[in-house]
């Protein structure tokens, strides 16, 4: 595994710097959130089937994200920024990576297709996600592993969400990571549910859970950027 981000380069985009480092802090808040919340002390009757819903609502926009790519903020940035470059180059997009070569580690082939593992494991996990939430409003789990719950969600997240942003890692590790990121943070949403019932501990987790989504688009889309800035001097490329 590589890193991501080379640190000695001279051009330091701190951009996705920032976003990582607000995602671990918000991380480690929502723990300090979780261990010192009071436990139930107002209970709206709306509350759950509202968290959920929203939170079911987020994991399907995910798995519209992954089986259409385009609306992916870096599929937008890769096809708006190669529009100048297609027409001389016949760039062509695979699993909505450019083909030329270059990507070959960033795309997943099933069936003789190709497919981004971030997006596909992504999507599985959200399809894992919405399944487990849907059972759990109308079944719940035992209480007995509710606390658990919770840290083994939150170790899952933080291990995912540490491997993904900080390294370049192999597509098959890739795709099984972001399956565990999304199936982390559904545990996480269950123990808050489950153990604290606090809405403002749950609301604070749901955009917890839209800053990491954005925080792994954009270092995705750094990371595509060196690939593109490192090709041969004689390749057209398109980010330049």
């Known amino acids: 595994m590589n890193l991501i981000f080379g ?7 701190f951009q996705p710097i920032f976003l990582i480092a607000v995602s671990f802090f918000g ?25 959920l819903s929203i939170f079911i609502v987020i994991c399907l926009l995910g798995v519209l994200a992954a089986i259409r790519p385009s609306t992916c903020k870096t599929v937008m940035q890769f ?43 992504l999507s599985i996990g959200a399809f894992i996600a919405v399944i487990g939430t849907v059972i759990y409003y109308f079944h719940g789990f035992t ?3 509710e606390e ?23 597509k098959k590790l890739k795709f099984l990571l972001n399956i565990v990121l999304v199936v982390g943070s559904f545990l996480i949403l269950v123990g808050v549910d489950s153990v604290k019932a606090n ?5 604070y987790f749901l955009i917890l859970i839209m800053f990491w989504i954005l925080t792994r688009m954009i270092v995705s889309e750094t990371s595509h950027e060196r690939i593109c800035r490192d090709c041969l001097n004689g390749s057209t490329c398109i980010y330049k």
Not at 7 to 13: A, G, P, T
Not at 27 to 51: C, D, G, H
């Open 199 to 203: 809405l403002l501990i749950e609301v």
């Open 27 to 51: 991380l480690f808040f929502l723990m300090i959130m979780y261990l010192w919340a009071p436990q139930r002390n107002l209970y709206y009757p709306f509350q759950k089937t509202a968290i």
């Open 143 to 145: 209480s007995s592993y």
């Open 79 to 121: 096809q708006k920024d190669s529009e100048k470059t297609t027409r001389n180059n016949n760039i062509q997009f695979e699993g909505h990576h450019p083909d030329c070569g270059k990507f070959s580690s960033h795309t997943l082939n099933i069936n003789g297709k190709k497919y981004c593992p971030g997006c596909l494991g």
């Open 7 to 13: 640190f000695r380069e001279k051009n330091l985009n």
């Open 148 to 170: 658990i719950i919770f840290w083994i969600g939150l170790c899952m997240v933080f291990l995912a969400l540490f491997l993904i942003v900080i390294f370049n890692l192999e």
